[in-house]
Each structure stands twice: as structure tokens, then as C-alpha cells.
């Protein structure tokens, strides 16, 4: 019997298996590879919705990523990012014993920035500071607070430009401010 020759092949990108279709726009070759291939959507969509919580919780004046918030944030699975950084592809420092940290900016110039980070970045939230006094910290207090001479102190306000307001002898910043900026950079 002679064989059709308008029957299409097409291969199944779960399994490998080469099939005929039934339809025209059938894609896998079974409801079994369907089924996989339906979960395996749902597990990537719940790996990036973790990702994008995770890369919002990010201050942006870190200026040091981990490895965890640095897949969270740029286009590159795990397994690419440990061997780039083997390779010293991407500059890595060692504060310690599984602490690795990763530069911003060398991530910037290797990697993409997921696309709903990049959206977030785009559209920033204007902030409003509550400069009211008993809302700030005086400089005093923040060096004492976090034990940092005034003149670093200083180096960082200006630095992270972070507002202050003068009354009196006093410069006052903002709690919020100096608290994330001394949460988030290591001393
Ligand atoms: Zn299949």
C-alpha cells in the first residue's frame, strides 16, 4: 500500500518521540507529555513569581547581591551562574564561609535583567520622607546607633542621597532610610 504522503511529523519536545499529528496544531505526542509539559509551565511561573518577590524586597542601594537574590533578579538559572562564576567569568568576593557575594554591576554587564524587574525599575515610586524630627535620626545618633564615625556617616548620606534637613546645630535623616541603608550594606 502505497503510503500517504501528506501525513506531517513532528517531534515531541518532551520525550523526543517523533509522531504523526492528528491535528494541525498538536504539539506534543501524547496527553501524558501534554500533562508534563503543562506542569512544567506552572512550576517555571511559580519559580518566577518567587523570583520577582524576592527581587522587590531588594534595596536598590545594595550594591552586593547573593547568589539567591542575584538569580532572582537577572536572566541566568543557578547552574550558569555557579560556572560563570567558577570560570571567574563573573568577579565574586568571599565574606566568609557560604558567603559569597556578587557585584551589582558585574551582573549588570553580564546578565539581563528579568522582564518585571526591569518594569519595576522603570516606574519608580516617588518617595516621600517624613522629615519630621521624631522621624529622623540625628547624625550623632546614627553614628552611635550604628557605631560609625561621623564622617562615614556623612560619606554615605551623600553617597545614597539620602535626604537630611538642617534645624538648629542638628542635620536630621530620615529612620527609614538610614535604617535600610545599614541593614542592607555590610560594615
Ligand atoms: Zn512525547
Known amino acids: 500500500m502505497a503510503k500517504a504522503n501528506y501525513h506531517i511529523r513532528r517531534k515531541c519536545p518532551i520525550c523526543g518521540t517523533i509522531f504523526e499529528i492528528?491535528?494541525?496544531?498538536a504539539v506534543y505526542c501524547s496527553h501524558n507529555c501534554s500533562a508534563v509539559a503543562s506542569k512544567r509551565k506552572k512550576a517555571q511561573e511559580e519559580k518566577e513569581k518567587k523570583y520577582e518577590q524576592m527581587a522587590k524586597e531588594i534595596p536598590d542601594i545594595k550594591e552586593y547581591l547573593t547568589a539567591a537574590?542575584?538569580?532572582?533578579?537577572?536572566?541566568?538559572?543557578?547552574?550558569?551562574?555557579?560556572?560563570?562564576?567558577?570560570?571567574?567569568?563573573?568577579?565574586?568576593?568571599?565574606?566568609?564561609q557560604r558567603q559569597l557575594r556578587l557585584k551589582r554591576s558585574d551582573l549588570n554587564e553580564r546578565y539581563e535583567l528579568r522582564k518585571k524587574v526591569r518594569k519595576a525599575?522603570?516606574?519608580?515610586?516617588?518617595?516621600?520622607?517624613?522629615?519630621?524630627?521624631?522621624?529622623?535620626?540625628?547624625?550623632?545618633?546614627?553614628?552611635?546607633?550604628?557605631?560609625i564615625h561621623d564622617s562615614s556617616?556623612?560619606?554615605?548620606?551623600?553617597?545614597?542621597?539620602?535626604?537630611?534637613?538642617?534645624i538648629g546645630n542638628y542635620v536630621y535623616a530620615p529612620k527609614s532610610e538610614i535604617d535600610k541603608l545599614y541593614k542592607s550594606i555590610k560594615l
Open 121 to 147: 525599575a522603570q516606574k519608580p515610586i516617588p518617595k516621600t520622607y517624613n522629615m519630621e524630627p521624631e522621624n529622623c535620626y540625628t547624625i550623632g545618633e546614627i553614628s552611635e546607633k550604628f557605631r
Open 69 to 96: 537574590e542575584a538569580i532572582a533578579m537577572y536572566c541566568v538559572e543557578r547552574s550558569t551562574l555557579y560556572r560563570d562564576i567558577r570560570l571567574k567569568k563573573l568577579p565574586s568576593v568571599n565574606l566568609g
Open 153 to 166: 556617616v556623612w560619606a554615605h548620606i551623600r553617597k545614597f542621597s539620602i535626604p537630611t534637613r538642617q
Open 22 to 25: 492528528r491535528t494541525i496544531d
